[in-house]
Structures are given as C-alpha cells and as structure tokens.
C-alpha cells in the first residue's frame, strides 16, 4: 500500500471519473426540457389536427348526403307540379263538358218545368223569364189575386223551384179591365244538380217558336224573353 504526501499545499486536478459522474450543466438542462415540451405540443397539435380533420370529413360526407337528397326532392316537386297541372287541366275540361250539358240540357228542362207550373194555373200570363244573377225573375200578370197566389204556391210545390219571392206587386187599369201585374224571383233546381241554365243569358222557352203568340189584353209591348200563356 503506497502513501502519497502533498507537501506544496496545491489541490490535485479533479480526476475525469469523478467529472463523469457529477451533474449535467444547467444548459443542457433546459435544452432538453425544450425540446420535451416541443415534443408534447406537437403530440397534442396532431392529436387535435386528427380530431378536427375526421369531424370535417364527416360534415362533408353529410352535406354531400343533403345535396343528394336535396336534388331528389326538387325532382319529385318538378313531377309533383307536372302532376298538378294536368289534374287542373282534366278539371278545366270536365267543366267545360259539364257547361257545356247544361247550356243544351238546361233550358229545355227549365222551360219544361215552368210549363208544367202554368199548366196547373188559370187566368195567369207571363210576360218574361230572364237571369237576374243566380236567380231567376218571372214578369206577368194575372186577372185575380187568388191565381196568382196559385201560382206561387204551384212554384214552391214543383221541386224545381227555390226561395221563391214574390218581389212586386200592383193593380193596373188598362182599358176598363183590372189586371195585377207581379214580379217574382226564385231559384232553379235541376234534377241533375248542374248549374242553372241562365247563368250564361237568357232562356229559350216553349213559348218561343211554337208556343201561343200574344198575350194578354193590354199587355205591354216588349220584346218577352220567354212568353207563356195560360
């Protein structure tokens, strides 16, 4: 065993296992905890980058969805609108079908129902029958109140006649023989449920060509739009 003496009083240089062994340098400290959270923030940017990449990816995929499903709704609105517009047009023609029955059909039922209500009055004359709106308004005379109450009352019971009204009424003196002259109003029903047959003018009646010319004594001279005499 050897014994070294240091008599200069000078400390020996430090041995290169003891400067191995010792602590690292501060520098080199926080070079390594840089680049530690360098790492960790990259780490966590991914991560997020990854999250909000697979989140566009899918919003994407559904607006694509919604665009086709959106296309498809508009052709089924286009078919939906073609569709339409031929029930409008089937319904423009079945009307036009169904007046054009009525204006053929119409009057000479009209006529046929009003003839068969004079023929159950006496002493009754009109003078005309013409549309006044959806109504009809009847012009005559009678020689006694009680046949034109007949009358009326003959309207009201036909079937064919509604909210019948008598609309007016007065004594008329025409060369030294008394008369009433009446208007009255009332609503046609037809028995095929059409509209009435005036609504597109004037109706032609049995008392047009064919029927008893003239009228009453003393009636007044204008052109009758139907003219039926009992």
């Not at 009332?186 to 059409?194: A, D, I, Q, R, V």
Request: hydrophobic content about 35%; charged content about 15%; some cysteine.
């Amino acid at each position: 065993m050897t014994i070294k003496i240091n008599l200069l009083g000078v400390a020996p240089p430090p041995s290169r296992v003891s400067a191995v062994g010792g602590p690292p340098a501060p520098k080199a400290t926080q070079v390594v905890m840089f680049v530690g959270a360098l790492i960790v923030c990259f780490g966590i940017v991914g991560v997020m980058y990854k999250i909000w990449s697979n989140q566009i990816a899918d919003l994407t995929n559904q607006r694509t969805k919604e665009n086709l499903r959106k296309a498809e709704l508009a052709g089924v609105k286009a078919q939906n609108e073609k569709y339409q517009q031929r029930l409008r047009d089937l319904e423009t023609r079945i009307n036009t079908i169904q007046a054009l029955q009525n204006s053929r059909v119409g009057p000479v039922e009209l006529m046929s129902a009003l003839g068969d209500v004079v023929n159950r009055t006496t002493d009754v004359y009109l003078f005309t029958l013409s549309p006044a709106g959806d109504r009809l308004q009847l012009k005559g005379q009678s020689g006694t109140v009680e046949s034109m109450a007949s009358f009326i009352a003959s309207l009201k019971k036909s079937g064919f006649f509604n909210d019948v009204q008598l609309d007016q009424f007065f004594q008329d003196d025409i060369q030294e023989r008394l008369n009433y002259k009446f208007t009255v109003s009332c609503l046609f029903k037809s028995s095929t449920g059409g509209a009435s047959p005036t609504a597109g003018g004037p109706a032609a009646g049995p008392g047009g060509p064919g029927g008893a010319p003239g009228g009453p004594p003393g009636a007044p001279n204008q052109p009758p739009v139907t003219r039926l005499m009992r």
